[in-house]
């Protein structure tokens, strides 16, 4: 059991490839959005299906005869950010 869900993994990744600013940045946002202290799981949940879909469909049409690659463009707007909310965190607010 263990093996097959490892090559899911794999699989998938692989496909997609590395999607690893979303599940960083989806549970922040699901944060702000249900202004909570605690981490909401089903909306952390449905908020990175809504991010990773959308960053989907923006890889396949932001240059029509060529697709970027969804890790590619998930890094280009989860890494700054979250480097905003590093420093927002840090200065307090």
């Given amino acids: 059991m ?3 869900g490892v090559v899911l993994a794999a699989t998938a990744t692989g496909a997609g490839g590395p999607i690893g600013f979303v599940a960083l940045t989806a549970p ?3 944060r702000r959005l249900t202004r909570t202290s ?12 809504v991010i990773l879909v959308t960053a989907d469909l923006a890889a396949r049409t932001i240059l029509p005869p060529l697709e970027v690659p969804v890790g590619a ?3 280009l707007v989860g890494g700054p950010y979250l480097l905003w ?3 927002r965190n840090r200065t307090g607010a």
Wanted: aromatic content about 0%; hydrophobic content about 55%; overall charge neutral.
């Fill in 85 to 87: 909310l590093l420093g």
């Fill in 28 to 30: 922040q946002l699901a």
């Fill in 73 to 75: 463009l998930t890094s």
């Fill in 2 to 4: 263990t093996v097959l």
């Fill in 38 to 49: 605690q981490l909401p799981l089903v909306c952390s949940a449905l908020t990175g299906a």
